[in-house]
């Protein structure tokens, strides 16, 4: 399966933000991110990391969440 973990960066710690994210995309002022299941979320935030081989993705927040 192709679906990564999302985590977000917060001081020297990343916390899980999301699972099995499969589609994310550019959405306004941040990202929408959209799991296996259809769940979206929407977060203020840029792409920090990606290693798509270990499935993960690290966002840093630009704002408030949403």
């Not at 941040?30 to 977060?43: E, N, P, S, T, Y």
């Not at 920090?48 to 927040?61: W, Y």
Request: glycine share 4%; charged share 30%; aromatic share 8%.
């Amino acid at each position: 399966m192709c679906e990564a973990n999302a985590y977000l960066k917060e001081g020297e710690n990343e916390v899980l933000f999301m699972e099995s994210v499969d589609i994310i995309e550019p959405y306004e002022n941040g990202l929408k991110l959209i799991d296996i299941f259809g769940m979206q979320k929407f977060i203020q935030a840029r792409i920090k990391d990606m290693t798509l081989l270990n499935h993960r993705i690290v966002l840093e927040k630009t704002d408030n969440l949403l």
